[in-house]
């Protein structure tokens, strides 16, 4: 388990630790080009909490002040969905060179992560976590595939929405009862979704899991993106 996992499982000795740690700034881009906003949401989550436990001031008046200018708010809070990009298959690069340098945006509501950018493949392994807030699990989740373009505008290989209702269901669930393994659904590709395969939703060593393929829109309707979703509870009395 790892130092984020144990922080919000509430384990509050990795929990200061933590704040200690990441209170203050992000952590760098992992590229070298430009401010890293991947971790962003979860380091606004450690400062809020430490200025509420120190000072006893409101997220406005505090965390509205950074550059991404965050969730002015946390009532309403429902939890943390983690996303795990892990590849792109066959994207669909334009004009010359035949390969690309791909990276890829999630938005959600205000919030705007991305992942590194993988140079020169077409089938790039990024393996990467993005963490969102959830607070409406009824906004749209949007997945952007860009080829970063060092002299012009970085152009869009392909976009798709994250499905993420029978996800969010399964963990409505008594999921005490289940045994690691158990699958609760299985979603089926359909003209109302951006599935490329059917995506199982899991109970998997006391997480729900949602593996899924999605299928991006494009000009030639070309490329796919493999991920996971994760559900992170927030410690009790957040």
């Known amino acids: 388990m790892n130092s ?14 933590l704040v200690n740690e990441l209170g203050q700034e992000p952590v760098p ?14 380091v606004d989550v450690i400062k809020f909490e430490k200025v509420k436990r120190e000072t006893g001031e409101t997220m406005d008046s505090s965390l509205t002040k950074s550059p991404q200018k965050r969730l002015t ?35 959600m509501g205000k919030q705007k992560l991305k992942t590194c950018v993988i140079r020169n493949v077409v089938n790039p392994e990024w393996n990467e976590d993005l963490t969102l807030f959830v607070v409406n699990p009824n906004l749209p989740i949007k997945l952007t595939v860009y080829d970063r373009d ?53 109970w998997k060593d006391g997480y729900v899991v949602q593996e899924m393929c999605l299928r991006l829109k494009n000009d030639i309707e070309r490329g796919e993106v493999e991920l996971e979703l994760n559900w992170i509870e927030l410690p009790k009395g957040f």
């Open 4 to 17: 984020l996992e144990a922080l919000f499982r509430g384990d509050y000795d990795n929990y200061w630790e």
């Open 73 to 107: 708010s946390m009532e309403g809070l429902l939890g943390l969905l983690r996303i795990r990009i892990k590849r792109g298959v066959n994207l669909a690069v334009q004009g010359i060179p035949s390969s690309g340098d791909p990276y890829v945006v999630i938005k």
């Open 150 to 202: 060092t002299f012009a505008m970085d152009d869009k290989m392909g976009e798709a929405e994250i499905p993420i209702k029978d996800f969010l269901r399964a963990l409505k669930m008594n999921l005490d009862k289940y045994r690691s393994g158990t699958t609760f659904t299985r979603v089926l590709p359909s003209t109302t979704n951006c599935l490329a395969e059917e995506s199982a939703v899991t």
């Open 29 to 42: 881009d992992c590229c070298g080009e430009g401010q890293d906003i991947r971790s962003s949401s979860l």
